[in-house]
């Protein structure tokens, strides 16, 4: 049941990180910097439904154990909940991986592309040439 | 002392207060189906925006009288602290003074005025106050998406009798239902009644059902009145306003009116839009009934990228690839002035990210609203056609044949007025004022635009949209771009774009630190 479970949010994700450029209302190149890839792991802390732009918020542990937490750009929540999102999917507690660019002020802040769940799942793996077809 | 004067006057207003509503029900505008027509220019004629109840004036609110019935709202003990602590700290507290969403009541009591467009399976509300518009759906189309809460909530209407009834779902817990900090929570329901009682004058109700903050429902009551000296509404941007007097959105001095502009300039200079060949009907097109095109419903624009660059153009750094939607010049090359083409390419640099009009949450313009990604909603009314853009702005076009707006009122999405050509909608647009972007690229355009646009049903489910532009402050001659407008069974949710946009620091962040390098 857990594992259905993880793969509908899988392809969730897949689907709308996809899409994610879709209701995009900034410059993704103007905020985020191609030359900062990253890959957080993670504790889903909070899952933010707005518009334009839906946060996922995480706790990521650093080495002396301390935790930080990074805000997740995902596209707009309308396109989540078109796609089938419900306020149940992807709740606190939810350990993640990400992949994607941090905002050029240096900020705890990224635009995701890309999810694995705990189990492996990859949800997304792609680039930003992908995100507009 | 009246009554002593005039005995029988008080005995006539009393015995007309007993008449019936339906002894002037004749008297109203109705559809060809006999409901009450509530379209028209509307205004609230009531001191609610401030406090719902009884209030005397302070520096930031005028005095009135309550609109609740019975005078008070029935509070919990348990809910009245926080009642007064939004009261005395309304300046920060109250979510208008940050240009936030008003709810639906609000909005209606609030000093600006609005428009209803109504057809068989809508009424359309659309407010001065920053294109905002709420869309009631009142044909018993199914809420496809239950469970998530909106700043203007979820609106299904039917009609009892002559009045409209409204039931509100799905509202958040951020906005107040006045200046004065009365509030609600997640458990708000509200159902509205619209009665016409003249041609002039609606009835308005509202009652709102809150067992977590009330302990009963309550209703509020005041009228809405015909704007009958307004042939249309204009716009007040809240935040864009405030952006511009504060400094946060800076004035660009040879784009914004009154910049000056090349003489020889002939507005709706359309030749090379119709010398392209019309476009072709794939199948049969819906039709209303006096055979009109009926081109209502959901679409969302087949742009190709067209948010990133009009101009057919590769991967740039984050920006996706555009497929490039000019059609004139043939070479599908925009025909900008050298200086214009040199802004442009400075825009790309991501230091001027935060000066893109969208990224700030304000309103696309034309002919952007037609391909930023984000759906609308097309609705048909006599006289009318009105675009809903999912992202909260919305475009009037009137099919009367009117003269455009005096010169030197400018507005954001334009002055539009249309008419139908053969199966064509024609639009012209004028009186922008140059502030907006033509995408995140930052391709150009000034208060100088007229665009020509022609919405052509090819299918019973495509338009072929196209907009022809004119700038002679930017461009050396106009320029078109086409792009198919799609059609599907969908419903517009709502886009509350300033009230979360956490974006707008990190684009500020960037540009500040590149001034400080330039130092």
């Known amino acids: 049941m857990k594992h259905k479970t993880l793969l509908t949010i899988a392809s969730l994700l897949f689907t709308q990180l996809f899409v994610s450029s879709a209701l995009a209302h900034h410059s993704f190149s103007a905020e985020f910097d191609i030359d900062k890839p990253i890959s957080l792991s993670g504790k889903v802390t909070r899952m933010q439904w707005s518009n334009p732009h839906g946060w996922i918020y995480i706790d990521v542990e650093n080495e002396d154990g301390s935790l930080t937490n990074w805000a997740l750009e995902t596209s707009a929540a309308n396109n989540l909940i078109r796609r089938g999102w419900k306020r149940t999917h992807l709740v606190a507690g939810t350990v993640i991986q990400v992949q994607g660019f941090q905002a050029r002020n240096g900020s705890n802040t990224a635009n995701i592309r890309g999810i694995v769940l705990e189990d492996g799942s990859r949800l997304f793996s792609g680039n930003a040439d992908e995100l507009s077809k | 002392m009246k009554n002593r004067c005039f005995p029988g006057l008080s005995l006539l207003l009393a015995c007309l207060a007993l008449l019936p509503l339906t002894t002037f029900a004749q008297e109203i505008p109705r559809t060809d189906a006999g409901l009450p027509l509530l379209q028209g220019i509307w205004q609230a004629q009531t001191r609610a925006a401030y406090n719902l109840e009884d209030h005397v004036a302070r520096t930031d609110m005028q005095a009135g009288t309550s609109v609740v019935l019975g ?134 109700q509202a009652t709102i059902d809150d067992p977590e903050i009330f302990s009963e429902p309550w209703t509020i009551e005041f009228p809405l009145v015909r704007q009958t000296e307004m042939k249309r509404l204009l716009e007040y941007q809240c935040q864009a306003e405030a952006e511009e007097a504060n400094g946060a959105f800076e004035k660009v001095d040879n784009l914004w009116y009154p910049a000056p502009v090349p003489e020889g300039n002939t507005p709706f200079d359309s030749n090379a839009a119709n010398e392209l060949p019309l476009p072709e009907v794939i199948s049969e097109i819906n039709r209303l009934e006096d055979g009109t095109p009926d081109i209502s419903g959901y679409f969302t624009s087949d742009a190709g990228g067209a948010n990133y660059g009009l ?36 825009r790309r640099e991501a230091w001027r990210g935060y000066d893109d009009p969208t990224a700030h949450c304000f309103v696309a313009g034309i002919p952007r609203s037609h391909y930023v990604p984000s759906p609308f909603y097309i609705l048909q009314t006599p006289g009318y056609v009105v675009i809903l853009h999912e992202r909260m702005s919305y475009r009037v076009i009137p099919l009367d044949g009117r003269e455009h707006l005096p010169d030197s009122i400018r507005l954001w999405m334009g002055d539009a007025v249309g008419h139908w050509d053969g199966d064509t909608l024609v639009v012209e647009s004028s009186n922008y004022n140059g502030k907006a972007w033509l995408n995140e690229l930052g391709d150009v355009i000034s208060h100088a635009q007229t665009v020509v646009e022609s919405y052509t049903p090819v299918s019973d489910t495509q338009i072929i949209y196209r907009a022809t532009v004119s700038d002679p402050i930017v461009y050396s001659r106009p320029w078109t771009i086409e792009m198919p407008l799609n059609q599907q069974a969908e419903e517009l949710l709502e886009v509350a774009c300033l009230e979360d946009n956490n974006d707008l620091e990190h684009l500020r962040d960037v540009r500040d630190e590149h001034r400080a390098q330039m130092q």
């Open chain 2, 71 to 204: 005078g008070s709202i029935p509070y919990r003990n348990s809910a009245l602290a926080r009642r007064q602590n939004n009261f005395e700290n309304r300046a920060e507290l109250d979510p208008l003074n940050k240009c936030f969403l008003p709810g639906p009541t609000r909005i209606m009591a609030m000093p600006f005025p609005f428009q209803i467009f109504q057809n068989d399976e809508h009424v359309a509300i659309t407010f001065e106050w920053t294109q905002v518009y709420r869309l009631i759906y009142t044909a018993g189309q199914e809420h496809l998406y239950p469970g998530f809460e909106f700043w203007m909530g979820d609106a299904r209407g039917q009609w009892e009798g002559d009045t409209l009834v409204v039931e509100i779902n799905d509202l958040n817990d951020r906005t107040w239902l006045d200046a004065a900090g009365n509030y609600h929570s997640l458990a708000a329901h509200i159902t509205e009644r619209y009665t016409l009682v003249d041609e002039n004058t609606i009835n308005y």
């Open chain 2, 311 to 346: 101009e057919l153009r590769e991967n740039l750094a984050l920006f996706p690839p555009a497929r490039g939607v000019v059609v004139d010049p043939a070479d599908g090359i925009l025909p900008y002035q050298t200086w214009a083409r040199a802004e442009q390419i400075e």
